[in-house]
């Protein structure tokens, strides 16, 4: 099953409106991590924003919130008064704290979804 | 400013020829992960180095291998690149891989091309 699910392969916005990309994810750890990244066309990657699993309140970044669901497993990105340097990949990435496994799996590791290209039109 | 920094931007080899990818960081960072990204694709992690200790994923082609003779400096060797291992390569750094509110650090990525 894929841990981090990321169902808009694009999303179109206007110029200044809001968007909502969405992320769900799958865990059986109670403590995790859950991080948005911007990825421009020139490949760098850009961090966001940041939700822990305990946190109680939605985190906020300038125009970035969270809009997370503990209930529903959902992590979803909001971006108010879009700008047209907006328009790039944005992907979702959760942080467990599973146990460590010699064989291959990786404590700590950042899992990502699968992307959402986001356009914004001016 | 303290970054990750990964060279070359651009890389093209021929099949089968081998080639480096390098990584450096100024953090001093104890954790450096490399990630293999193909167009329009999530990153999927290849390994990781906690310290000097060499963590696989247990997907990773054995045609990948990777070195890190200080903490300022990670290598990702591809012994006989293929076709399919055209992909941006990406080095991120962590303070530790214990940190679940830890954010990764990463650099620009390296664009490689196989002939």
């Known amino acids: 099953a894929q841990k981090i699910t990321q169902t808009q392969p694009g999303m179109f916005v206007q110029e200044k409106e809001a968007v909502t990309l969405d992320c769900t994810y799958d865990?059986?750890?109670?403590?995790?991590?859950l991080f948005w990244y911007k990825q421009p066309s020139s490949g760098e990657m850009i961090f966001l924003i940041y939700q822990g699993s305990y946190d109680e309140q939605n985190a906020t970044e300038g125009r970035y919130s969270l809009n997370f669901q503990k209930a529903r497993k959902s992590a979803n990105l909001v971006i108010s008064a879009s700008q047209l340097g907006d328009s790039a990949m944005y992907f979702c990435?959760?942080?467990?704290?599973?146990?460590?496994?010699?064989?291959?799996?990786?404590?700590?590791?950042?899992?990502f979804g699968q992307g959402t290209i986001l356009t914004v039109h001016p | 400013d303290a970054m990750v920094i990964q060279n070359p931007r651009y890389q093209v080899t021929q099949f089968g020829k081998p080639v480096t990818l390098s990584c450096s960081q100024t953090l001093n960072h104890n954790v450096m992960y490399w990630y293999q990204q193909k167009s329009s694709q999530a990153p999927k992690l290849l390994f990781h180095y906690y310290d000097k200790d060499f963590n696989n994923e247990a997907d990773t082609p054995d045609n990948f291998q990777s070195r890190r003779p200080n903490t300022s400096f990670c290598f990702l060797d591809i012994r006989s690149p293929g076709l399919g291992d055209a992909a941006m390569y990406l080095c991120?750094?962590?303070?530790?891989?214990?940190?679940?509110?830890?954010?990764?650090?990463f650099g620009s990525g390296t664009q490689l091309s196989v002939l």
């Open positions: 991120a750094t962590a303070t530790t891989k214990r940190q679940v509110n830890e954010k990764l650090f």
């Open positions: 865990t059986s750890d109670q403590s995790y991590g």
């Open positions: 990435a959760m942080r467990e704290a599973g146990p460590f496994n010699a064989g291959g799996t990786s404590y700590g590791k950042l899992t």
